[in-house]
Nanobody, 124 residues
Framework: QVQLVESGGGLVQAGDSLRLSCAAS????????MGWFRQAPGKEREFVAA????????NYADSVKGRFTISRDNAKNTVYLQMNSLKPEDTAVYYC?????????????????WGQGTQVTVSS
């Protein structure tokens, strides 16, 4: 297991940018696929983006493709989500999560470690 703490959320206007960070504690951080999920009030949690352990592979939900970029710095045990051109529909609590296998990178049920979440609110 790995412990995760998200930060960087806040209140912004449509069109603005935010960078979320997820700090991991524990060993073998670079062996984990890292993902970002989000959950809006009254809605189910949904996949946003994932990155492989070595950072070579990424995938994104269609709703954020071209606007969001996931990256990681294994020397700092940190994964990032750069969010540009934010829209009101991006408003949600954003969660960082870890899963051992790339083949399960979009499968929420396969992730075995989760952070507490950070709130992102985008006003019109």
């Amino acid at each position: 297991q790995v412990q995760l703490v998200e930060s960087g959320g806040g209140l912004v206007q449509a069109g603005d940018s935010l960078r979320l960070s997820c700090a991991a504690s524990g060993r073998t951080f670079d062996s984990y696929v890292m993902g970002w999920f989000r959950q809006a009030p009254g809605k189910e949690r949904e996949f946003v983006a994932a990155i492989s352990g070595n950072g070579r592979l990424t995938n994104y939900a269609d709703s954020v493709k071209g606007r969001f970029t996931i990256s990681r710095d294994n020397a700092k045990n940190t994964v990032y989500l750069q969010m540009n051109s934010l829209k009101p529909e991006d408003t949600a609590v954003y969660y960082c999560a870890a899963v051992p296998r790339w083949s399960r990178s979009t499968d929420e049920a396969s992730y075995n470690s989760w952070g507490q979440g950070t709130q992102v609110t985008v006003s019109s």
